[in-house]
């Protein structure tokens, strides 16, 4: 069965950091691009960022010098580093799979809870 | 970036057909056939329901369809039912120079 499941959310105080983890399983994880995306409380989808399969990385401006994406393709793992957080960053953070068409995400994690908050 | 436009809110009764719009604008919708579309229940992760535009992954419904004209593009869902109750959302690649991807604010659809 193809899976991703999300780690690593929790509370942080603004200005600290925190590292999500993504798992994958039921697919060759190397051979797929893929996503961050995070949703606030009652809110919209947002894309946070993307890493292709050559470790290329892309980001949106509103987190672009903050978060790191990376991936270990021998541990099927995928990565968001967050620093520099911040309240409007408190949301449910997704992976996402991309579906060899740009910008398709195909398999979805459950989502892991990130809150900034003093 | 924006984010794509999308009515917040539409709303059928069962057996009836319902559109979603998303309207982006050159440099996204308008410029790539990679549009998508995205079905959320509530406490849930979104699952894809079309892509590039109007293809539907396996095991979605056919009475699920998109289209696309000019910045917007559209989701059509045919012979409503209660279970297609949730939050839609429409998502377009966006990259000119560079990888960009833009959501739709997304559209809660109510089945009377």
């Known amino acids: ?118 | 970036q924006s984010a794509l436009t999308q009515p917040a809110s539409v709303s059928g009764s069962p057996g009836q057909s319902i559109t979603i719009s998303c309207t982006g604008t050159s440099s996204d919708v308008g410029s790539y056939n990679l549009v998508s579309w995205y079905q959320q229940h509530p406490g849930k992760a979104p699952k894809l329901m079309i892509y590039e535009g109007s293809k539907r992954p396996s095991g979605v419904s056919n009475r699920f369809s998109g289209s696309k004209s000019g910045n917007t593009a559209s989701l059509t869902i045919s012979g409503l039912q209660a279970e297609d109750e949730a939050d839609y959302y429409c998502c377009s690649y966006a990259g000119s120079s560079t990888f960009y991807v833009v959501f739709g604010g997304g559209t809660k659809l109510t089945v009377l």
């Not at chain 1, 959310?9 to 797929?32: D, I, K, N």
């Not at chain 1, 961050?36 to 399969?53: D, H, P």
């Not at chain 1, 021998?74 to 911040?86: D, E, F, G, V, W």
Request: glycine fraction near 14%; aromatic fraction near 10%; include cysteine.
């Open chain 1, 1 to 118: 069965e193809v899976q991703l499941v999300e780690s690593g959310g929790g509370l942080v105080q603004p200005g600290g950091s925190l590292r999500l983890s993504c798992a994958a399983s039921g697919f060759t994880f190397s051979s797929y691009d893929m996503h961050w995306v995070r949703q606030a409380t009652g809110k919209g989808l947002e894309w946070v960022s993307a890493i292709g399969t050559a470790g290329d990385t892309y980001y949106p401006g509103s987190v672009k010098g903050r978060f790191t994406i990376s991936r270990e393709n021998a541990k099927n793992s995928l990565y968001l580093q967050m620093n520099s957080l911040r309240a409007g960053d408190t949301a449910v953070y997704y992976c996402a799979r991309d579906g060899a068409v740009a910008g398709t995400m195909d398999v979805w994690g459950k989502g892991t809870t990130v809150t900034v908050s003093s």
